[in-house]
């Protein structure tokens, strides 16, 4: 019987890299704006290439991007890219398709919701907030929640914990098999593979089902409470 699905957030309830990828094309056009001399295609090179080297959640990542190029931190042009940072990141935060319906549709059925994020806790819950669904979770987990990262199992059971479930009463849906899938599976839960989410062009994903839209995940649910 299942009581619960768990969800990861970025690029399974929200297209978190579209919204990166809009955040800081705005950012190097406003940079640009206020005086930086760097092509726009090499720009974002760079600082993509700060983000690989440091993570995607950075906060210092401008600094550290101008401070590199040209030894110190020019302001205006750093003011510049982190208002154009903002304002692109607040209208291209959005939910895939259907993701609000079906999570109305999970609640309306009596299952219990939550987020597991490898996400910086205020992070997390600024995005939750911004699209307004820091209302509909029973627990959100972030990084540090248990200072350990998926696939290790510490935060799936921080989870199972708080809901008061056992793994095999729950769902866990992820874009990133070898977090996700992984994880969830070690300690028993069924795992559902966000295709539609996927950045890595997975071809075996190890999961239990397969989505493409996170709609189907109603359907995976009256599978699993008929056995």
């Known amino acids: ?50 983000y690989d080297e440091e993570g995607i959640e950075d906060q210092k990542v401008f600094d550290k991007f101008l401070t590199k190029e040209f030894g110190n931190i020019d302001y205006r042009i750093h003011a510049a890219g982190i208002i154009g940072y903002r304002r692109a990141r607040e209208a291209a935060l959005v939910l895939y398709p259907h993701v609000h319906l079906t999570l109305m549709e999970l609640v309306k059925r009596g299952l219990k919701l939550a987020v597991v994020s490898d996400a910086p806790r205020l992070q997390a819950w600024l995005r939750l907030c911004q699209l307004n669904l820091h209302h509909i979770f029973d627990v959100v987990i972030t990084y540090e929640d248990t200072n350990k990262r998926k696939p290790d199992p510490e935060p799936f059971k921080n989870a199972l914990q708080q809901l008061q479930i056992e793994a095999e009463e729950a769902i866990m849906v992820g874009d990133w ?22 950045r890595f062009d997975t071809v075996n994903s190890g999961a239990d089902y397969e989505i493409d839209d996170v709609i189907k995940i109603l359907d995976i649910v009256d599978e699993l409470s008929t056995k």
């Open 1 to 50: 019987m299942i009581k619960a699905v768990i969800f990861d957030l970025d690029n399974t309830l929200v297209d978190f890299m579209a919204m990166k990828d809009a955040a800081i094309e705005s950012a190097v056009l406003a940079m640009t704006d206020a005086g930086l001399k760097i092509p726009k295609q090499k720009a974002k090179e760079k600082i993509y290439k700060i």
């Open 177 to 198: 098999a070898e977090r996700d899938i992984v994880g969830a599976k070690l300690i028993g839960m069924k795992t559902v593979f966000a295709r539609y989410g996927d």
